[in-house]
């Protein structure tokens, strides 16, 4: 006969536990909870999100060549690179460049394959939008960035 | 009019016992409007707690901290749209949720808010309580059948069996505190009516709780746990087991209707904890009566309750003057000051010395009733629902045993200088 099971029964000592363990749960530093709009995640530094177009900061001027390197490496062919050759200089200057996010599956071999650094996903995540029409991002608005409100507490 | 308006309050009885008409029924329209309003903000707490125990924020963005959160979702529940299931019996499906609120709010005429603070005093006042707040089961029952649905049903079947098994513990638990009642010296006999209760705790010095020290206890814990599952709450409640039966007996009901079961089951919640309340932990009486005695204690006391108000009415003007300044705001912003406004003016009035000791004993009923809400709160944020046999073992094979013999040792405890001086007389 074991007395400390029937103890343990008689005065509920099981369920006293339960209630002590949430009690100690009720403490506002113990929530989990993030405002979203008002609270952004800090998302990994290597996530792979929306993509953007480098331009350098000196010049202003965007470091793609127009090589279409990134055009040939993406698996879904959602790339258009479209240049013409300066005359004067004889390099190639690029005249459009597409990136059709709604075929992206963010795979990052642009990202790779880029001999000047140009093309870059960034941890940006929030790539939602109300229809597909804007989508297919051009060149401006690859080097731009999204237009975005920022909530405040 | 106005005569008999200030005469009544030269009385220390109930509006019942005077026999003011006038003022049983401003009483009744107040604790109708007070009581439905607790059940506005319990269900603001419940979500609030519930999330807090489960490391989660609950309602944050109406008004802040969610606290205007209960007036949009009453507004959201009496614009819904009010569907019938197309072979539902309509009469008694109409009259189900009436039914359920009309026995739970029946049962506060004769809640002792205070000794002058009850709609009216009735001789037999706890059986009539229990009485009524039994009926609630018919609605819940007619609702099931009601519905023509396969859920509603097994939730109204499970739910009387529930309430018939938990009545039996529950009434023995209650009767072994009306005993304690005749124990008063001087008196020699018991009574059944709600403000006597309180009186017989004032008279013998004791809280029933602490009564012939484990025995008050041990019937107050039987009572406890009777009493969640007779308002089919967390951890028994299998009556509207999400995981089983959708929502149990009000499955097919929405809006309007729907919100009446839930200010039923809310309002019954409040009766419960009150008939406890009264029972077990001195009703009105204010706490540490014994071991802070005397005048000067008493005052301190008294001044509890304004200080109270005026703290919270501070809270809340803080958090107006920290609302954020844009005009989608300014409705919200407005309405919380005025709210903070209010709860400073009733504070102030709380501290003016006629009224102070006239009032108090409401704040000390309904912060110990508030107790008990927290822990039916807390209850449902821990322990898990009870299989259907277990539940009916606990009711019938502990609670019932339990209780009887709490009820005899009780009497054989009350009873023993007598018994002492018969056994005496016989050897």
Partial sequence: ?153 | MLNQLTQYLQSTVTPGQAGSMLWATIYILVIFAGISLCVVFINWGERKALAHFQIRLGPMRVGPHGLLQPIADALKLLLKEDTIPANADKVVFWVAPFIVTTAAFVVYLVVPFGPQHAVTDMNIGILFMLGVSSLGVLGIITAGWASNSHYPLLGSLRSSAQMVSYEVAMGLAVISAILMTSFTPGSGSGTLSMIGIVEAQKAQGVWFLFKFFPLGLVAFVVFAIAMIAETNRAPFDLPEAESELVAGFHTEYSGFRWSLFMLGEYAAMIAVSSIAVTLWLGGWMRPFPNLLSGTNWDTIFSLVPGAFFLFLSAVTLYSTARMPKKLTFRIQTVGLGAFGLLLGAVGLVMLVPGVRERVQDIFWFMLKVAVFMYLYIWYRATWPRYRFDQLMRVGWKVLLPLSLGVLIVTGVVGLSPELMTWLKGVL
């Fill in chain 1, 1 to 153: 006969m074991a007395l400390a099971p029937i103890f343990r029964k008689i005065f509920l000592v099981d369920l006293i536990k339960g209630l002590s363990l949430t009690f100690r749960y009720q403490d506002p530093k113990e929530i989990y909870t993030e405002q979203y709009p008002l609270e952004r995640p800090q998302v990994a530094e290597r996530y792979r999100g929306l993509p953007r177009l480098k331009m350098n900061p000196e010049t202003g001027k965007t470091l793609c060549i127009a090589c279409d390197l990134c055009a040939k490496a993406c698996p879904e062919n959602l790339i258009t690179v479209e240049s013409e050759r300066d005359p004067v200089t004889k390099r190639k200057v690029l005249t459009k460049y597409t990136f059709d996010l709604s075929r992206c599956m963010f795979c990052g071999l642009c990202e790779e394959s880029c001999s000047t650094d140009a093309i870059e996903l960034t941890p940006d995540y929030e790539v939602a939008q109300y229809s597909r029409d804007g989508m297919v991002l051009d060149q401006k608005r690859l080097e731009e960035g999204p237009d975005r409100k920022e909530y405040k507490r």
